[in-house]
Every structure is written in C-alpha cells, then in structure tokens.
C-alpha cells in the first residue's frame, strides 16, 4: 500500500474505520497508566465507555494518549507536526498546527475534562 498524503480518511470508511477501533492511554495523578485497545464499534461511544471505565478504578484518570490508524497516518505524513516552520536544505516549508487528536476526541464526545494536563496548551 502506498501512502499518500491528503485526508487520512480517504483510505479507510465505513466497516474498516469500525473494525479498527482505537488505541487510548490514560494517567492517573499517581503515575499509573492504563492502555486500552477499544474496538469494533464508533470511535466516538468506545471512549466514552473507556473514560466510564476508567474514572471507576482511580477518578484521578485523564486521556494522555489516543491512537488510530489516522492518527498514525498523520504523524507518519508530518500533518500534526508541533511546529509552524522549519528550515529544511535551506528551504522554509510550513506545517500546519492542529490540536492534540486527544483534545479533539474528547471535545467531540463531551468528556473534554478527562484530558490530561499535560496535553493543555
């Protein structure tokens, strides 16, 4: 498979985007972490349900990481890059910023308050 850039979600829809799932770590304030592979099911309620259950064994649990084959995708292609410039062979290119994908997932299910405050800019 050849990697393009473009919309990540131009390669993968419907049942593959199902299938897959996602990948989420979250800390507690004691340094414990909990990583959870959540799938098949919308992205969207299998964090919810991961946030439910994490908050029952330490209420202390925020999201520090949330991972999918488009958020790899995007990491692989350079478009989450934390930068808004960088010189390269004496060429300036520009990468566009976005927010943390934990933010954005978060924001879009109505559990922004379990994000870590460390992923706070």
Partial sequence: MSIKRGKSSDWMR?????AFGCT???EAESGERVTLHASPGRRLELVRRACDYVVTLDPTFRMRSYSTP???LQDMTGARAPIDGLAVGGH???VRRTAHPEMQVLRRC???AMLHPALVR
Avoid: Q
């Fill in 70 to 72: 488009e958020t790899i």
């Fill in 14 to 18: 419907g049942a593959d985007r199902l």
């Fill in 110 to 112: 109505g559990r922004l």
């Fill in 24 to 26: 989420m770590t979250f």
């Fill in 92 to 94: 300036r290119s520009y």
